[in-house]
């Protein structure tokens, strides 16, 4: 069962004063702040972005001269800048790989989803897809090494539908979060960082302890506006090695 919050949360408020679509933003606001994620000309991807609040903080931060992507199986009914993209689909899906480089390499072909194809003035073998690039005038230019995308940053605010289970809803999330982090070990370059929410519970250390073989430095951390009674926090991991 899903509770109930108050829709004068300071956090929601501040939210639609400043025209972000979800409070979430400012979870990633203090992270950042205090562990200096983006700066300008980086390449983001934001796994769980529906309803776009990151991707809007993200873009903002990167500039123009840096990138980010956003994933999640959920619609997104966000306006987005020039340098922000997003693609309906799955994580936990056997041609997730598949689907990221074709959308942002669409003269590798159609970066169709079940759900639709990101660059439908591209051609696409799906025609009564509907289009889910909401950034129609963007034109992103990803950085590749040796023919594969890479990026400088992989966020993922990716959770499960709780189910009230503390060991079930913390076991939903670390499916998630695993994938995350498989995902940022394909997909960071060197030197990169990864942020992950994780709900506290168990198997999370075991978690923890898997992620500093590949990253340089480790921290946990819950931001201010995280909901009271919230088991959710953030692991900040800096310093991507394919080699640690």
């Not at 340098?83 to 997730?96: E, G």
């Not at 159609?110 to 194809?117: A, D, P, V």
């Not at 994780?198 to 198997?203: A, L, R, S, V």
């Amino acid at each position: 069962m899903k509770r109930e919050y108050s829709k004068n949360d300071f956090f929601t408020q501040k939210a639609k004063e400043e025209n972000y679509p979800a409070r979430s933003v400012y979870k990633l606001q203090e992270i950042d702040n205090k562990f200096k994620i983006f700066k300008k000309g980086d390449w983001v991807l934001d796994l769980g972005a529906s309803p776009g609040s990151w991707l809007l903080y993200i873009g903002n931060k990167v500039s123009i001269t840096g990138g980010v992507i956003g994933v999640d199986i959920l619609d997104l009914n966000t306006g987005l800048p020039k340098n922000a993209t997003f693609i309906k689909a799955n994580v936990l899906s056997d041609n997730f790989f598949d689907i990221l480089i074709r959308c942002c390499h669409p003269e590798q072909g159609c970066c169709h989803t079940e759900q639709g194809c990101c660059h439908p003035e591209q051609g696409c073998c799906h025609p009564e897809a509907k289009p889910k690039d909401l950034s129609r005038d963007s034109s992103l230019s990803f950085r590749t090494t040796e023919q594969e995308l890479t990026f400088n940053v992989v966020v993922s605010d990716m959770a499960p539908n709780t189910t009230g289970l503390l060991q079930v809803d913390v076991a939903n999330c670390l499916e998630l979060t695993r994938k995350a982090l498989e995902i940022a070990q394909k997909r960071l370059a060197k030197g990169g960082k990864f942020v992950c929410k994780i709900f506290e519970g168990p198997g999370v250390d075991l978690f923890v302890k898997e992620t500093k073989r590949h990253f340089k430095s480790i921290k946990r951390y819950r931001p201010q506006a995280v909901r009271k009674g919230s088991k959710e926090i953030y692991l900040i991991a800096k310093g991507f090695s394919p080699q640690l």
